[in-house]
C-alpha cells in the first residue's frame, strides 16, 4: 500500500501540538508583561498643560508644601488642584507679564477656574480616598514620586489594582511618622526599620484592607 503521508508529516503534527500549547501560554504571558509595563501603564507620562508648571521649581527649588496647593487633601478624598487666587498669591507681583502665564491672567479676568489635566486618574469603579492614606502615614511621593525633582509632572507608579494590593498586603514598608508625611526626602529604609510599630500607632489592620469594599463601593 502507497504512503498517503510524507515522513516529515509527523514533524509537523509535533510542532502543531507544541504550537497549540505554547501560543496561548506565551500570548498569556505577553498579556501580563504589558498589563505591568511603563508603556502601558503611561509610567512617565507627561500631558500638556494649560501651564508648565514646574513642582521641580515649586516645591524642590521654593520649598512650596503640597498644602499650599493640595488644599483639601488632609481632610478631603480628592486633593484638589489649586484655583486661580492661589498661583495669583505670588504671580500678582512675580513674572506678572510672563507669556507662559497667560492662561492664569485670563482665568483671573474672566472668573473661570483653569483646566488642569490630571496626571494620575483612577477608573470612576475605584474609590480612594487622599484623607485617609495621609492621616495613616502614606506620604505623597509613595504614590506620585519625587515630585520635587520633575520639571513637569508625570505619573510615577502605575496605580493598578496590583500594585495597590501589593501596598495593602504590607503597607508597613511605606508608613511614616506624621511629621514625614509630607516630607519629598524621606528615606525608604526608615519604614522597613519603624513600619511594624507604626500599625500599631496608626490601628490598621492589614486583613482588612484587601476587602473588596475597601476600594469598590
Known sequence: MAQIFRRRSNAIVKVA???????????????????RSRYTNDIGLTPDQPVPFSHQHHVGGLGLDCRYCHTGVEEAAFAGVPPTHTCMTCHSQLWTNAEMLRPIRESLAKDEPIAWNRV??????????????????????????????????????????????????????????????????????????????????????????????????
Open 120 to 217: 494620575t486618574n483612577l477608573p470612576d469603579y475605584v474609590y480612594f480616598n487622599h484623607s485617609v492614606h495621609v492621616e495613616n502615614g502614606v506620604g505623597c511621593t509613595t504614590c506620585h514620586g519625587s515630585v520635587d525633582k520633575m520639571p513637569l509632572m508625570q505619573k510615577a507608579e502605575p496605580m493598578t489594582m496590583q500594585w495597590c494590593l501589593d501596598c495593602h498586603r504590607d503597607p508597613a514598608k511605606n508608613l511614616r511618622a506624621p511629621e514625614d508625611v509630607f516630607a519629598t526626602n524621606w528615606n525608604s529604609a526608615d519604614g522597613k526599620i519603624h513600619g511594624h510599630e507604626r500599625l500599631k500607632r496608626y490601628g490598621i489592620d492589614p486583613a482588612k484592607l484587601t476587602d473588596c469594599s475597601t476600594c469598590h463601593r
Open 17 to 35: 501540538l507544541v504550537a497549540v500549547v505554547f501560543v496561548p501560554v506565551a500570548a498569556l504571558v505577553f498579556a501580563g508583561v504589558m498589563a
